[in-house]
């Protein structure tokens, strides 16, 4: 694959980059229904490092933006996490882009917009209050196991009232060590 790649000229690598689709492995792309049959309302990506989970998620946010009128939260432990990892990081939304259909990162709004009109909106999981007001379609939670304020198991329900409401939430949890405590609670609750 290393040769492959080292073989082919930039405009190519950046193809191949952005066809997720052909190198991914099925644990990394949506369900097409919820277990019940209906539409699937949040989706649980677990697995260890290097599962694959942050480039899930980025991805899918990257499907969820083609959608003009999508309004999304990326929420992190932390507003560092969320834009180190999340929207700058190797796997993040940027990168998961071909430089053409980038979105523009405004960091000073903390925020996402895409040519067609979508946008993404950060968030930190350390200040659940700022979830509320804003509308969203669809939220992306990154390393959801590590928040302290999620589910009750801090001193607000960080994912209830306006944020469960949203049509569409894809949870990315790393799934070991102490995480796997927290990540049970979270799935008893869910």
């Known amino acids: ?6 073989s082919m000229r930039p405009v190519e690598v950046d193809g191949f980059n952005a066809d997720f689709g052909s190198f991914s492995h ?45 309004r999304i939260a990326l929420i992190g432990e932390t507003e560092h996490d969320a834009r180190e990892v999340m929207v700058e ?11 053409k259909d980038r979105p523009e990162w ?6 996402l917009q895409w040519e067609n009109g979508a946008v993404a909106q950060l968030f930190s999981a350390e200040e659940p209050d700022t979830l509320r007001g804003p509308q969203f379609s669809a939220a ?7 928040w302290r304020q999620v589910f009750g198991l801090g001193s607000t329900d960080a994912l209830t009232g306006d ?4 049509a569409m939430i894809v949870l990315t949890a790393y799934f070991g060590g102490r995480s ?5 609670r979270i799935l008893a609750r869910k």
């Open 106 to 111: 405004i960091p000073s709004r903390k925020r």
């Open 140 to 146: 992306w939670c990154d390393e959801l196991a590590k």
């Open 26 to 70: 099925p644990h990394q792309l949506p369900p097409a229904l919820a277990n019940s049959g209906a539409d699937w309302t949040t989706w649980l990506v677990l697995g260890g490092r290097g599962a694959g989970k942050t480039r899930a998620g980025a991805e899918w946010v990257r499907l969820a933006a083609c959608d003009p009128k999508a």
């Open 1 to 6: 694959m290393t040769q492959l790649m080292a």
């Open 163 to 166: 944020v469960a409401q949203w």
């Open 180 to 184: 796997i405590e927290k990540v049970a």
């Open 89 to 99: 990081g190797v796997s993040g939304v940027l990168a998961v882009h071909p430089p």
